[in-house]
């Protein structure tokens, strides 16, 4: 099992950046394929971006192709999300997941855990 705490979110303008870390408890980090979703006020929770376990593969939501980029310190026990030329449309709750299938997934269903969430508010 393992426990997931985000951070780093919060209001920023259009253009801007921000940094989401995701920190997990455990001993057993390197073994789950992490991931990053988003929802906003009434839409559904939305996939963004992805890596393996060993970081050799990281896939992204099309929206967020270019602009996010995707990361995990495995010493650190630690995945994050950079985020770049923030949009409104980026607004959202963004969460950390965790899965413990071994192949990469856009699909929040083959996500076992996940964090509380940070908000992230991208002004105009």
């Known amino acids: 099992q393992v426990q997931l705490v985000e951070s780093g979110g919060g209001l920023v303008q259009a253009g801007g950046s921000l940094r989401l870390s995701c920190a997990a408890s455990g001993r057993t980090f390197s073994t789950y394929v992490m991931g990053w979703f988003r929802q906003a006020p009434g839409k559904e929770r939305e996939f963004v971006a992805g890596?393996?376990?060993?970081?050799?593969?990281?896939y992204y939501a099309d929206s967020v192709k270019g602009r996010f980029t995707i990361s995990r310190d495995n010493a650190k026990n630690t995945v994050y999300l950079q985020m770049n030329n923030l949009k409104p449309e980026d607004t959202a709750v963004y969460y950390c997941?965790?899965?413990?299938?071994?192949?990469?997934?856009?699909?929040?269903?083959?996500?076992?855990?996940w964090g509380q969430g940070t908000q992230v508010t991208v002004s105009s």
């Open positions: 890596i393996s376990r060993s970081a050799s593969i990281t």
């Open positions: 997941a965790a899965s413990g299938y071994s192949r990469t997934s856009y699909s929040p269903r083959d996500y076992s855990y």
